[in-house]
């Protein structure tokens, strides 16, 4: 899988919208961009994925670049709740193996001030 | 829905001891995974199962690691003997099976924290 870049940290005001970046420079076709994020003491949980088009649900919003090389998590109203470690992974299609292998990296640690 | 179920929370042992974890998965889960999080780091697979055959291992330390998911529900994680590197987050993870979209996300338990002394 295709490796991803993120800032090791960013701040927002709670209240506001937070835009969190990630960089995947080297994304193949098939590759589909999860986000997932890790509240402390927490195990890691499902954020949002998408392949090209941009992506909407209940948490987040998923921006995706229109060379896919760069996309956004948008986090439209933060919360403390909000704090934790966000991951960008890229997740081929399993087509081979069924080897579904999430490598997470070091992500962006989210403080969200009060 | 219940979600992962994972214990202990917390272990603490001393080096070359064996230590095992347990892991229940989402019930109708088919593929269930093992991952070890270092403190500031992200979660690192060792082993990914689909119902109770292994799937990958690549990252497993098979001369210290060793698991299993009998009947293809509950898994085991063992380590004998523990070193003092091993000290890390064990979580546990499953998913309805492998493939796009909602199939293949992985929904984590909360971790057992394992210090070796």
């Known amino acids: 899988d295709a490796k991803t870049t993120q800032p090791n940290s960013m701040e927002s005001n709670e209240e506001e919208p937070v835009h969190l970046p990630c960089n995947h420079s080297t994304i193949s076709g098939t590759d589909y961009i999860h986000w997932y994020r890790q509240l402390p003491s927490q195990g890691p949980e499902y954020v949002i994925h998408g392949l090209t088009s941009n992506v909407n649900n209940r948490m987040a919003s998923l921006a995706i670049a229109e060379d896919r090389k760069s996309s956004t998590l948008i986090l439209h109203r933060a919360t403390l709740r909000d704090a934790a470690v966000y991951y960008c992974i890229l997740r081929d299609l399993p087509y081979k193996t069924g080897a579904n292998n999430l490598f997470f990296g070091t992500g962006t640690r989210l403080t969200v001030i009060p | 829905e219940a979600g992962v179920a994972q214990s202990p929370r917390y272990k603490i042992i001393e080096k070359r001891q064996s230590v095992a974890f347990w892991c229940n998965p989402i019930?109708?889960?088919?593929?269930l995974y093992w991952y070890q999080q270092i403190l500031g780091q992200g979660p690192k697979l060792l082993i990914q199962f689909q119902n109770n055959g292994v799937v990958d291992d690549s990252q497993l330390p098979k001369d210290r690691f060793s698991a299993e998911r009998l009947k293809g529900v509950d898994s085991t994680l063992k380590i004998q003997p523990a070193k003092l590197e091993d000290s890390a987050v064990y979580l546990c993870?499953?998913?309805?099976?492998?493939?796009?979209?909602?199939?293949?996300?992985?929904?984590f338990g909360p971790g057992t924290r394992l210090l070796v002394l």
């Open positions: 993870a499953s998913s309805l099976g492998v493939g796009t979209g909602v199939k293949e996300t992985q929904y």
């Open positions: 019930s109708g889960h088919a593929t």
